[in-house]
């Protein structure tokens, strides 16, 4: 971000007088960030907007109705707009309902929670801890898998942001970096999750379940952690019915 930007976000911030904190740090990451705002917050909820994207005037609002009519013990995500360098707006994203089942195996495959749309309890951090500061570009997907073990993602069907998309993104401009936390991440998440997980979120057997995963690993170039999805695969390749094991046979012949 340049020092122009900077300083105009700051100013619009002080701007607001004592409505709104102003808290400055050096430059240690988002994760840094993102922890620096936990511990220095007084309320009960916690959400973020990253520099380059713009909340609705309702967000807030709108998710504390939400909350209200549910319970105190989810985090809340919901749809966005998809805006470019210029504020146009390009499209939307429409999120599918995924159920607390599916969940970690949904965060695995794809990428079903934009996190600015989050609004997260502050006592989920008391359980769960704070975000991992040597992450740069996946501290909030390492996030998500490890609340989702503990907690229910509800998604409110509501477009409450602008999510701005532009060649200037960190993903962007550190692909290398993020290609490598990404192999990183998801070896550790495949590892991790179990296998009532694998199952429920993929709808097929355990053995094909990791054969699938292992071939959205390849296409992703995330090869660490195609590997360790092949050999849980192969594992529980015995299990297997003879059309199954044709099936992963073949998943894993074209994964090579």
Known sequence: MSLDRLLYLRESALSYGERIRYIAKENG???SALNMG?????GEYFSWLSHD???YPHKIRNQINFMKNITENVILYSDYDIIDSDSNILGYETISHITSEQFRYSIMVSHPINGCTALIPKKCFDNIGMFDEKLKTTQDYEMWFRLAAKYDFVHQPERLIQSRHHEGQGTHVIKDVHVRECDDLLKKFVSNISSIEVVAGAGCSLGLSYAQIAVNFRKRGCLQAMKAA???ASKNMARENFINRLKIMFLLYVNK
């Open 38 to 42: 936990i511990q220095e917050m007084s």
């Open 29 to 31: 990451g988002v994760a």
């Open 230 to 232: 092949i050999n849980l």
């Open 53 to 55: 994207d713009v909340y």
